[in-house]
């Protein structure tokens, strides 16, 4: 099974300078769920039709794909036209919209299994939908209507507005009964376009099968045109997001404000608060994550606890606190049984097990050790104006409140700085550094 995806289309609805497939959901490009799915559902070899701003749309593809290039936007059928190198007569095709994120590997499966098992020379996927304006409609066989058809909504007769099944966009096709119904397609229609959907009758008419899958889920087909839809899209994958993360032993405290990426694992026994942002991340087990966090790119290990913080591109160790408000920049390790307190910032640091830096702290290109205290308000002076230096921080030292390290410095193990300090040369073993000028009080100064 081959699959050719049209996303030639700019989507005038959406009012965008860029192409309506690269619109994102739940923080992907609709083009690039669509081809996710169908390597899920095991369909390598795909062909991507493109049209408005080409270089645009193929420099956002992850997936290995070829390309066919619509000069014209003349219709699905045109669209598959232009692919037509990429068929073989020895190979069934799958065609779909490149706008159509929320199809679900499930119902492709379903549909490749169909059409192989019933012979079909075309398949189509079909829906219920209370309010079918605007699409194109399932007409089966009557005593007046020989062919399984497809009509498109401009192109209703009388009555035929009243049919709730709709046509999807999603279709499987013997390669050879759609080589050969191609040329056949006509322009006669409103709009004046090569519609795919003639296919069907034309391929019956050559003596073939063709038949219908109906999915249960209308959700899956969610036309997306406008802002407001791809805001709708974007609720029903968080829904099913988040219902699977609960189902695996999550607790998501208030789903409709949770938010998770495709690329998220979460151990069991994790209970999430409400307005949590998740991407590209691995959550351990027994974590906590409080309320307004997000992390991004990151590891967070067992028993973690984040709360109304943010961690970016690092990890956190086990039994390790952060926050609240708390900023941990890309390229951090902080190890286990940890402390990243209120208003602690740290930036391409290794902090080691059972250290703490409990509030109003600025760890920036440091090392610090195992068994560390950094006291409130101490600061790694890591910029000089023109380079960064990296501070180290031995294990079992302890930095006083308000102290500057300026880089390059090291305190060595078990060493303390006295508060108000600025430490500007090695601290050495276990010695206690005084960097501050003495108390010195001017009697009588208010008054003169």
């Not at 006669?188 to 249960?216: F, H, M, R, S, W």
């Amino acid at each position: 099974m081959k699959a050719i995806v049209l996303a030639a289309g700019s989507g005038t609805r959406m009012k965008s300078n860029m192409p309506k497939c690269l619109h994102k959901v739940l923080g992907r490009t609709m083009l690039n769920i669509v081809l996710d799915t169908l390597h899920e559902a095991g369909i390598s070899e795909i062909i991507v039709v493109t049209g408005h701003k080409e270089e645009q749309l193929r420099e956002s593809v992850t997936a290995k794909v070829e390309y066919a290039h619509q000069a014209e936007q003349l219709g699905t059928g045109h669209a598959v036209m232009v692919a037509k190198e990429f068929l073989s007569k020895n190979d069934d095709v799958l065609v779909l919209y490149g706008d159509a994120p929320l199809v679900t590997a499930d119902t492709i499966c379903n549909l490749t299994d169909e059409h192989m098992k019933k012979g079909n020379a075309i398949s189509v996927v079909s829906t219920r939908i209370d309010n079918p304006h605007g699409y194109g409609r399932i007409v089966h066989p009557t005593a007046d209507e020989k062919f399984l058809r497809i009509v498109e909504h401009k192109d209703l007769a009388s009555g035929q507005e009243m049919i709730n099944e709709i046509n999807t966009g999603v279709y499987a096709f013997n390669g050879k009964a759609l080589l050969d119904a191609l040329p056949l397609i006509q322009p006669q229609n409103v709009a004046g376009e090569y519609y795919l959907t003639d296919t069907l009758e034309i391929i019956q008419t050559n003596g073939l099968k063709a038949g219908v899958v109906l999915a249960p889920d209308a959700s899956e087909f969610l036309g997306i045109n406008n802002r407001v839809q791809l805001a709708q899209a974007s609720d029903v994958l968080k829904e099913r997001i988040n219902k699977k993360h609960m189902m695996d032993g999550v607790t998501i405290i208030d789903p409709n404000t949770t938010w998770i990426s495709h690329d998220v694992s979460i151990g069991v026994d994790t209970i999430i608060y409400p307005g949590v942002i998740l991407e590209k991340t691995r959550i351990g087990k027994n974590c906590i994550l409080g309320p307004n966090t997000r992390i991004v790119g990151s590891d967070i290990s067992d028993y973690a606890e984040v709360d109304n913080s943010v961690v970016l591109e690092s990890s956190i160790g086990e039994h390790t606190t952060v926050g609240p408000f708390a900023y941990v920049r890309p390229n951090s390790n902080v190890g286990t049984h940890c402390k990243v307190g209120n208003f602690v910032e740290v930036k391409n640091s290794t902090v080691g097990d059972y250290s703490k830096a409990s509030h109003l702290t600025y760890v920036g290109d440091a090392d610090i050790g195992s068994h560390v205290n950094l006291g409130c308000g101490s600061v790694t002076v890591n910029y000089d104006g023109e380079k960064k230096f990296r501070t180290v921080v031995e294990d079992n030292a302890f930095v006083g409140c308000n102290t500057n390290l300026v880089a390059p410095v090291t305190v060595k193990e078990g060493a303390y700085t006295a508060a108000g300090s600025t430490i500007t040369d090695e601290v050495p073993e276990r010695a206690l550094a005084i960097a501050r000028a003495r108390q010195v009080n001017k009697k009588g100064w208010r008054k003169k």
